[in-house]
Structure formats: C-alpha cells, structure tokens
C-alpha cells in the first residue's frame, strides 16, 4: 500500500524555525517528484514547494522562498521541508503528495498532512 | 504565480451533471496540458480524479470527466451522486512552479 506519512507540525513563534518529515512507503521513492502542499484554517490550497527524484532540482513558491527548503534523503525514503523566518501566515496544515516521473505530473496520493501553528 | 480562478461554488442535484471552469493564463493552463483535479471532503486530504486534462487515474468512476481550451480547463462530474459533495480544485504545471485553484465547492441538492 503507497502510503506518506508526514510529522513534525507544532506551535511555533513568529520567526522560530521547524523542519517537516514526510515518510514514504509502498512504492519505489526514488523514481519520483515528490511536492509539499498547504491549506490556511478554512482556506484553499497552496503549492509551495517540489523536489525531483534524486534531489538536484528543487522549485519554491515565491512566498518561501529564502525562508523554506526542500530536500530528501532516499535512503531513507523521506522528504523534508525546513522552514525557517515563519511567519503567521504560514500557519496551514502542510501536505506532502507523490508527483510523476516529471514535474509536471498529478499529485497521487497525499499524507494526512501536518498542522504547522505560527503564534505568539 | 497567482492562483487559478474556480467558481466559488456550483451545485447539482443528483443524477444531473455540473462543471466546474479553472482559468488561467498562457504562462499556465494554456501554455501545457498538465491540468489535474483534485476533490477534498472536510477533514480530508485531496484524492486526484483527473491528470494531465482528461487522464482518469485507477479507481476514479468514468463520471469524472476532464477538457481544455485555450486558458481555461474544466472539470465535469456527470450523474451526480451524494458522495460528490465536495471541494473541487484545479491545479496546473507552470514551468518553475505549479499552481492551485481557488476552489469550488460543489453541493448536491
């Protein structure tokens, strides 16, 4: 069963740093773009960021970008977001999704998501 | 990178059909034909019904139907039934980055 499990949201102060995890299982990892998502309290979804397959070339949203950082350790078959300078509207539920072979493809299937909280 | 624009809302009752518009620009939508369709039900994480315009993945039920012309694609959901009820949002590749919709809600009435 393909299946990503992501970790590491909190509370967290306007400026403090946090590092996302999203663990991956039950398909071949490193084949595959992989891309983090987010979804504000009652708002609609955001791509912020996308890695290819063995990590060389990374994307990011223009709102994170110089603040988070994509990366991925496929010995480990897990990708990672380091987000640093958060600010409150970064507050959201983070979501990893698989991509394709290309990053272009359709985002199948999506963690359970993470709830990131930037508050004072 | 502005978000693609959806309809806030549109609505159906069961057994008709509804269609959900997701425009762009030239620079997204118009410019590849990499437009996916994701539905979120409250609580949950999005599932993909549609890949690169009209590619239905493994599972998705053939009422689930994807097109595009020019900068603007669009979603049909034909036969509506109860569990449709849901968020729908469109998402397009955009060179360096990709883009998401601004998200229908779709209601059966």
């Known amino acids: 069963e393909v299946q990503l499990v992501e970790s590491g949201g909190g509370l967290v102060q306007p400026g403090g740093s946090l590092r996302l995890s999203c663990a991956a299982s039950?398909?071949?990892?490193?084949?595959?773009?992989m891309h983090w998502v987010r979804q504000g309290p009652g708002k609609g979804l955001v791509w912020v960021s996308r890695i290819n397959s063995d990590g060389s070339s990374t994307s990011h949203a223009d709102f994170v970008k110089g603040r988070f950082t994509i990366s991925r350790d496929n010995a480990k078959n897990t990708l990672y977001l380091q987000m640093n300078s958060l600010r409150v509207e970064d507050t959201a539920v983070y979501y990893c999704?698989?991509?394709?072979?290309?990053?272009?493809?359709?985002?199948?299937?999506w963690g359970q998501g993470t709830l990131v909280t930037v508050s004072s | 990178q502005s978000a693609l624009t959806q309809p806030p809302s549109a609505s159906g009752s069961p057994g008709q059909s509804v269609t959900i518009s997701c425009t762009g620009t030239?620079?997204?939508?118009?410019?590849?034909?990499?437009v996916s369709w994701y539905q979120q039900h409250p609580g949950k994480a999005p599932k993909l019904v549609i890949y690169e315009v009209n590619k239905r993945p493994s599972g998705v039920p053939d009422r689930f139907s994807g097109s595009k012309s020019g900068n603007t694609a669009s979603l049909t959901v034909s036969g509506l039934q109860a569990e449709d009820e849901a968020d729908y949002y469109c998402?397009?590749?955009?060179?360096?980055?990709?883009?998401f919709g601004t998200g229908t809600k779709v209601t059966v009435l």
């Open positions: 999704a698989r991509g394709g072979g290309y990053a272009y493809g359709g985002l199948d299937p």
């Open positions: 998402s397009s590749y955009a060179g360096t980055n990709n883009v």
């Open positions: 030239s620079s997204d939508v118009g410019g590849y034909n990499y």
């Open positions: 039950g398909f071949t990892f490193t084949s595959l773009w």
